[in-house]
Structures are given as structure tokens and as C-alpha cells.
């Protein structure tokens, strides 16, 4: 049975870190972050998995990852509900800039008389 080195050791432990911060930033809603987050996993994840796993260390890593896309779907799901809240925002916002444009024009139209 071969065991990861300590660098693999290292850098998995970095991707679940990273990935339980990508969680916690999706959930404050700090997408800027959340971003940079995802950027820097991705490359230890491409940089972790350029060598084959030993198949003795198959099952671990398999439990790992589900990990990571348990959290992955949690993020998605968060970031379609902070979607749907932006473009409910969005019609307020629009509807109440009619409105002000609507008294707008009727108090022009006052004025004017």
C-alpha cells in the first residue's frame, strides 16, 4: 500500500481547506473572494492529479471528492438563489425608476401650467 508524501498530504489538505472556504464565501455572498478561491483550488487540483493516484489510495480519494462536489453543489445552489435575489432586485429597482419618472413627468406637467 503506498501512502501520499507529504507534499500530496499537504496539497490535499490545502484543496479541502480551500474548497470549505469556497463554501463559507458563497454563503456571506462574497463572490470576489469566492472567486479567487476557486481559482487557486482549481491549479492545486490540476497540480495534485498530473500523477495517478495508486489504486490503494482510490477509495480515500474517492470519499474526498464527493467532499468537494457536496460543497461544489451547495455553492452553485447558493450562487442561483443569489442570482434569483439580484434579478428580483433588479425589477424593483426598475419599477420604482418608473414610478419617479412617472411623478417626474406629471410634476413637469404641472409646472408647465
Given at each position: 500500500m503506498t501512502s501520499p508524501t507529504r507534499l500530496e498530504q499537504q496539497q490535499w489538505s490545502t484543496i479541502l481547506e480551500l474548497s470549505t472556504r469556497m463554501l463559507e464565501?458563497?454563503?456571506t455572498r462574497d463572490w470576489q473572494a469566492l472567486e479567487g478561491l476557486m481559482t487557486a483550488r482549481d491549479r492545486l487540483l490540476?497540480?495534485?492529479?498530473?500523477?495517478?493516484?495508486?489504486?490503494?489510495r482510490s477509495e480515500a480519494l474517492r470519499e474526498q471528492?464527493?467532499?468537494?462536489?457536496?460543497?461544489d453543489r451547495l455553492i452553485v445552489e447558493l450562487t442561483k438563489k443569489n442570482?434569483?435575489?439580484?434579478?428580483?432586485?433588479?425589477?424593483r429597482l426598475k419599477q420604482a425608476r418608473q414610478v419617479v419618472s412617472s411623478y417626474q413627468q406629471?410634476?413637469?406637467?404641472?409646472?408647465q401650467d
Open positions: 464565501q458563497a454563503e490540476k497540480l495534485y492529479f498530473t500523477a495517478d493516484a495508486p489504486a490503494s471528492i464527493a467532499m468537494i462536489q457536496e460543497n442570482r434569483e435575489l439580484l434579478e428580483d432586485e433588479l425589477i406629471k410634476l413637469q406637467r404641472i409646472q
